[in-house]
């Protein structure tokens, strides 16, 4: 399995040795037709329960945000980004410490994450497969899948350091007012995945609440099946200083990438 990159030839990690981290924010207003994604990082769903089906209750609270209260929202996980529903009609059918059953019921959820910096890839299986993926780009440069990993940290290692020296340069990445102690990059890559508008689950589905909640925890790796033919693998990257997840002020970044070069094929 290859990730491949399509580019203009100038921009070839083999030519330049630099890569681009663009956020979330720019991609949604990026000039080139065939990559802009107005809703980059946000999405709406109708979610819709068919028959009855079962909620672990540490998702109910966050799925219908509050609206009704179990007494122990305080244990529930707090989802990054922001999240609203509007609930349609909800019947509750029982349920004890660990799930709750809901039956014919729906709700509009919206979803967006917080701005990041990402950088997105091909998964495809030959070099070829990534020939006319993106028609405006006339090159493209590969690395094998098994260099994933790596490829997270040497990034999250050149992004950190580039926020640092941008401190001390005074070219910002982030808010200067806020303190770089203890400052870490966190890395999460995998293949994005295409979710429709409309979710169904029932008692029989494979799809259930629970992957519902673990595919949208993180929207930064949601996309409509519009897009399914980018076949796309992304690497999005986590700003944390202390305690605080450090939003970037800027809509992209330049890394050398130097080091990187003998990887690409």
Not at 44 to 53: H, I, N, P
Not at 169 to 175: A, E, F, K, M, T
Not at 219 to 224: E, I, L, Q, T
Request: aromatic share 10%; charged share 25%.
């Amino acid at each position: 399995m290859l990730l491949a990159k399509n580019c203009f030839t100038k921009d070839n990690l083999k030519t330049r040795k630099t890569i681009k981290l663009g956020t979330l924010y720019e991609y949604r207003k990026i000039e080139s037709a065939q990559i802009v994604d107005n809703g980059e990082g946000k999405y709406s769903f109708l979610l819709k329960f068919d028959g009855t089906v079962e909620i672990e209750r540490r998702w109910f609270s966050v799925m219908f945000q509050g609206a009704i209260g179990l007494g122990d929202d305080e244990h529930h996980p707090r989802i990054p980004g922001t999240m609203s529903a509007a609930i349609h009609k909800l019947e509750m059918v029982g349920g004890n410490e660990q799930i709750i059953r809901v039956r014919d019921s729906s709700a509009s959820i919206h979803r967006e994450a917080l701005n990041g910096f990402i950088f997105c890839m091909s998964q495809v299986r030959r070099f070829r497969d990534a020939v006319g993926l993106f028609p405006d780009y006339d090159d493209c440069w590969y690395m094998t899948k098994s260099k994933a990993h790596n490829l997270g940290v040497t990034l999250s290692a050149l992004l950190r350091d580039r926020i640092t020296s941008g401190r001390h340069s005074g070219n910002h990445i982030v808010d200067p007012h806020i303190s770089l102690e203890n400052l870490s990059i966190y890395c999460r890559h995998e293949p994005v995945s295409y979710l429709g508008r409309e979710i169904h689950i029932s008692d029989t589905s494979v799809f259930t609440a629970d992957h519902f909640m673990r595919k949208i925890w993180d929207m930064a790796f949601v996309k409509p099946p519009s897009f399914l033919a980018e076949k796309e693998y992304r690497f999005s990257f986590t700003i944390v200083a202390g305690d605080k997840i450090l939003i970037p002020t800027v809509e992209n970044v330049i890394l050398n990438a130097e080091q990187l070069v003998d990887w690409a094929l």
